[in-house]
């Protein structure tokens, strides 16, 4: 053998182990880390969509929290049903306070809604304006959720300053039933 002989074949067996090298070592190497790469793509894919769910769902939480608040300040306003006689006789303390002469007062058929029930009253006061005026402002001041449905105001007979009111007015309570 000579000296170039050898150094062909030593070249050619030089190429040949890299191509083998390449072929059983680095190729799959390489598909082993795109493998890799591509299942840590997917996680952090997942990952970021577990973040958006926890952002979603600490928002979710905070609006819980504020609907809580929410519906707490308005149980607040609504007494228990067994404080119907309480509110009825405050009602008719501030008529009679502000010099207001009570007619009639009748309880209605109460309305029974999923979370409150609904009291309605009718009342027929004579007074004059400023009483009743005074009577509407210090309903208004009572902690408690009520509503006047039906307001009629005239003049009365002796055409005096006076006043009859007959109306309607709603109070809530809470319905714990429902």
């Known amino acids: 053998m000579t000296g ?15 191509v083998v090298g390449y072929q059983y070592m680095i190729k799959p190497a390489n598909a082993h880390l795109a493998e890799a790469k591509g ?22 939480t905070k609006q819980l929290e504020q609907l809580q608040q929410a519906m707490g300040f308005f149980e607040s306003k609504l007494p228990p049903t067994s404080q119907i006689h309480e509110v009825l006789e405050q009602v008719t303390v501030i008529a009679q ?21 609904e009291q309605p009253l009718t009342m027929a006061l004579e007074g ?6 005074s009577f509407l402002l210090e309903l208004e001041k009572l902690p408690r959720i009520m509503k006047i449905r039906e307001l009629d105001v005239g003049k009365t007979k002796d055409d005096d300053g006076q006043i009859a009111a007959d109306f309607t007015v709603s109070i809530f309570f809470q319905n714990v039933n429902g």
């Open 4 to 18: 170039n002989l050898r150094k062909v074949i030593f070249l050619i067996l030089l190429v040949g182990v890299a």
């Open 97 to 117: 306070k502000q010099g207001l002469k009570p007619k009639t007062i009748r309880t209605l058929n109460r309305k029974d809604n999923s979370g409150y029930i």
């Open 39 to 60: 299942r840590v793509d997917a996680k952090l894919a997942q990952l970021a969509k577990f973040e958006e769910a926890t952002a979603a769902a600490e928002s979710l």
């Open 128 to 133: 004059n304006f400023s009483s009743f005026y």
